[in-house]
């Protein structure tokens, strides 16, 4: 990475940023003014267009760790390592809002804040692996053998999203059985508006994941170079 | 049945959050661009001197 590619700020970013906040606004609308009212639960639920991006999006993010976790064992390249990072905690942040929206959505429906199903308990499961994974870097000394082992746990905790995912279709659970992804076909499960407005929510999500993922890279290169420059300084003297 | 407190509960959670982390990480950025920013200056006035 050379000292100016750390500093400055593409245009292309600053595209990506109000597309993504043209995309927001058109969910909002979309989710407030287009979409009818849910017969049975009403207003509330609406929430799921808030929740199920959330869920899609740390998810994607724990897929990105995934995937460059592998490809930082295999290849030893630094440039995984700070993608797989970066992924971790907007994954972590999602999942935290999944945890959030989920019971404040169940409170009204089901009675209660929080049942101990497969689903959810799957789900506050994945979320303490990268909690804890997170917890990992932060406490051990910067390194190849954190980001080493660091990798190895990004794997590992994936292998939990295809439980998540399956556990309402294993299992009698209370959380509802999937509504896009179904035996049927994509999307089968949920009326023409509902789905298009959940597919606009998904864009933005997705929209806004590439934002935020493009401000913590950017974070991680400028501390490596900050670092490259002290160790330079420190050799030289 | 109504429950628009629980929607907004949960529209305030999610907005309140992620302009929260990314407000964070541009702040983190603006700190870390500065001290680079400041390491450059003194390298550089150490190399004239």
Known sequence: ?237 | MDNLGFLFAANAFVWAGVIYYLFTLKKRNLALERDLQLLKEVIEKEAKQ
């Open chain 1, 1 to 237: 990475m050379t000292e100016s590619a750390a500093e400055e700020t593409p245009k292309e970013n600053y595209i990506l940023l109000w597309l993504t906040a043209a995309v927001i606004f058109a969910a909002m609308a979309a989710i407030y003014l287009y979409v009818p009212t849910e017969r049975t639960e009403g207003p509330v639920q609406r929430i799921m267009y808030l929740h199920i991006p959330s869920a899609w999006i740390s998810f994607f993010a724990f897929f990105v760790v995934f995937l460059t976790s592998i490809l930082f064992l295999w290849k030893k390249d630094r440039e995984w390592d700070i993608y797989a990072h970066a992924s971790a905690e907007i994954g972590v942040i999602f999942c935290s809002l999944v945890l959030i929206t989920g019971p404040i959505w169940a409170r009204p429906i089901w009675g209660a804040w929080w049942v101990w199903d497969a689903r959810l308990t799957s789900t506050l499961i994945l979320w303490l692996i990268y909690v804890a994974y997170l917890m990992l870097r932060s406490q051990t000394t910067p390194g190849s053998m954190r980001a080493r082992y660091a990798a190895v746990l990004g794997i590992a905790g994936f292998l939990d999203i295809p439980f998540i995912h399956f556990s309402v279709l294993w299992w009698r659970a209370f959380h509802p059985q999937p509504k896009v992804i179904t035996a049927a076909g994509f999307g089968k499960g949920l009326d023409a508006s509902m789905m298009m407005t959940l597919l606009i929510s998904l864009a933005a999500f997705t929209l806004l994941y590439f934002v935020l993922m493009g401000q913590r890279v950017r974070q991680e290169k400028l501390r490596d170079e900050i670092d490259r420059i002290k160790k330079e300084k420190l050799y030289s003297h």
